[in-house]
């Protein structure tokens, strides 16, 4: 079967670092995706990586390793407003999107 | 660019009506819009997938009669979902693509809310 894993919960403090891992099984893979979803809205385009290693976007960042089935989002400087969940989500061999159950990120002051 | 809109954003209504939502890709053509389910704390779970003028495929478990889906233009793709229950209630998303199918553009997602 297809599996994603990601943590369920994760907490950090405001002006903080924090590492969203997800490990993935798929039949196939064709790139991995990130997305940030607030509490009742659509989930929005973060990251996609295909190829090995890190690409940064600011104050986020993403890393894939093919060979692990590993994946993390890198969170800098956090703020408030990026307490939100975090979907990783892996294009299998068809083409078809296969979702992680998310993780909710909680930021303190 | 690629923006989707869906409409309503949140309706209630009463157990064995039934509820139209609409999804439209206001500035392309999506050759394939994708319907999604979501309960609270829970991830997407897709519903189906379907094309223009073409039947949509629907994922295991989900009965295609009472969700009817109908893809009559490039830009429009509506969901029925016919004599609803309380536990049908959920943020439906969907989402629309005129590329390969993981490149997907969601809409904002409609609230539903069966009484």
Same mark, same amino acid.
């Given at each position: 079967?297809?599996?994603?894993?990601?943590?369920?919960?994760?907490?950090?403090?405001?002006?903080?670092?924090?590492?969203?891992?997800?490990?993935?099984?798929?039949?196939?893979?064709?790139?991995?995706?990130?997305?940030?979803?607030?509490?009742?809205?659509?989930?929005?385009?973060? /990251? !996609?990586?295909? *190829?090995?290693? &890190?690409?940064? %976007?600011?104050?986020? =960042?993403?890393?894939?390793?093919?060979?692990?089935?590993? /994946? !993390?989002?890198? *969170?800098?400087? &956090?703020?408030? %407003?990026?307490?939100? =969940?975090?979907?990783?989500?892996?294009?299998?061999?068809?083409?078809?999107?296969?979702?992680?159950?998310?993780?909710?990120?909680?930021?303190?002051? | 660019?690629?923006?989707?809109?869906?409409?309503?954003?949140?309706?209630?209504?009463?157990?064995?009506?039934?509820?139209?939502?609409?999804?439209?890709?206001?500035?392309?053509?999506?050759?394939?819009?994708?319907?999604?389910?979501?309960?609270?704390?829970?991830?997407?779970?897709?519903?189906?997938?379907?094309?223009?003028?073409?039947?949509?495929?629907?994922?295991?478990?989900?009965?295609?009669?009472?969700?009817?889906?109908?893809?009559?233009?490039?830009?429009?793709?509506?969901?029925?979902?016919?004599?609803?229950?309380?536990?049908?209630?959920?943020?439906?998303?969907?989402?629309?693509?005129?590329?390969?199918?993981?490149?997907?553009?969601?809409?904002?997602?409609?609230?539903?809310?069966?009484?």
């Amino acid at each position: 079967g297809q599996n994603i894993d990601q943590p369920t919960e994760m907490t950090a403090t405001e002006g903080a670092i924090v590492q969203i891992n997800c490990t993935y099984q798929t039949s196939g893979f064709n790139g991995l995706f990130w997305y940030q979803q607030h509490a009742g809205e659509a989930p929005t385009f973060l /990251s !996609y990586n295909v *190829l090995d290693g &890190l690409e940064e %976007k600011g104050r986020f =960042s993403s890393f894939l390793s093919r060979s692990k089935g590993y /994946s !993390y989002l890198l *969170l800098k400087e &956090l703020q408030m %407003k990026d307490s939100a =969940s975090y979907l990783c989500a892996v294009v299998d061999s068809n083409y078809q999107l296969i979702w992680g159950a998310g993780t909710k990120l909680i930021i303190k002051p | 660019g690629a923006v989707v809109s869906q409409h309503p954003s949140w309706v209630i209504c009463k157990s064995g009506t039934s509820v139209k939502i609409e999804c439209r890709s206001l500035d392309f053509q999506a050759t394939t819009m994708f319907w999604y389910r979501q309960f609270p704390k829970q991830s997407l779970m897709l519903m189906a997938t379907s094309n223009e003028g073409s039947k949509a495929t629907y994922e295991q478990g989900v009965e295609k009669d009472k969700f009817l889906i109908n893809h009559a233009s490039l830009t429009l793709s509506t969901l029925t979902v016919t004599s609803a229950h309380p536990e049908d209630s959920s943020f439906y998303i969907c989402s629309a693509t005129d590329r390969e199918p993981h490149e997907q553009y969601f809409g904002p997602g409609t609230r539903l809310t069966v009484t």
